[in-house]
DNA sequence: CATTAATATAACCGATTGGTAAGATAAGTG
DNA sequence: CACTTATCTTACCAATCGGTTATATTAATG
């Protein structure tokens, strides 16, 4: 999992625009003008969105014609799901230290010595 | 789970100095020159990722004495992570949808009519 | 009190970003 | 062939980013 393709994904994902293009392409491929309808945008602005992701990995493109249909491409948002994910143990773990520490402060009422 | 905090939790996620010290606070709260000490680069540098990941509500700052120890924050992680986790779904259909797909190749080379 | 240590702020810089308008290219269609 | 449709490319712009240096603030310490 290199570091450079990380920074490329999670860049592509900060963008809500990108998003909205990624959450479309779930259900199914579409082409760009197809993509750019939702949005208040001219096209060459979905264009430079779509090689952003493009660059990522985060989509593939492929020819039709004079269409070029893009799709979700699994690899780079697995392996950006694998990276939080390593995380997890983190915020599960708090919840039961939060309970190690009441237990500790409760103990700490009860003066001993 | 609002657009704007999204992409403030992905931006932050996309720089590798900022993930490298996500993960050094995986192992406990930490001060700023701790925190910088690994990295070439300038304190008021390391202030500023600080400063990105707090916004992003990545991590939060206490005060103890003239020191202003960073510790990790579950929320914003664990939101981006289900929103990526949203795609499993696609991602692991994949492989069942090419499992699919070659059954269907195969019929069309066993001629039937 | 003078000094040092920890952090923050301000001003600045070059590179990148997210958008635009205008025009090029390339493929279907009458 | 002329026309339209789909897409890309090229400048251009303002805003943001990731870094710097220099300076201020605030707290500990001799």
Redesign the interface.
């Known amino acids: 999992m290199s ?2 393709t ?2 490329a994904t ?2 592509a ?4 625009t990108r ?1 909205a293009i ?1 959450a479309r392409l ?1 259900s199914g491929e579409a082409t760009v003008t197809e993509l750019a309808a939702p949005f208040d945008m001219t096209q060459p602005a979905i264009t430079k969105h779509l090689k952003v992701l493009e660059r990522a990995g985060l989509i593939s493109r492929g020819r039709d014609g004079q269409r070029r249909p893009c799709r ?1 491409e ?2 780079a ?2 392996e ?2 694998d ?3 390593d ?2 143990g ?2 599960e773990h ?1 919840y039961r230290n939060l309970d190690a520490l009441l237990d500790e402060l409760k103990e700490k009422d009860a003066p001993h010595e």
């Open positions: 570091t450079s990380l920074d999670f860049a994902l900060a963008d809500p998003r990624l779930r979700l699994a690899a948002l697995k950006a799901t990276w939080l994910e995380y997890r983190f915020w708090r």
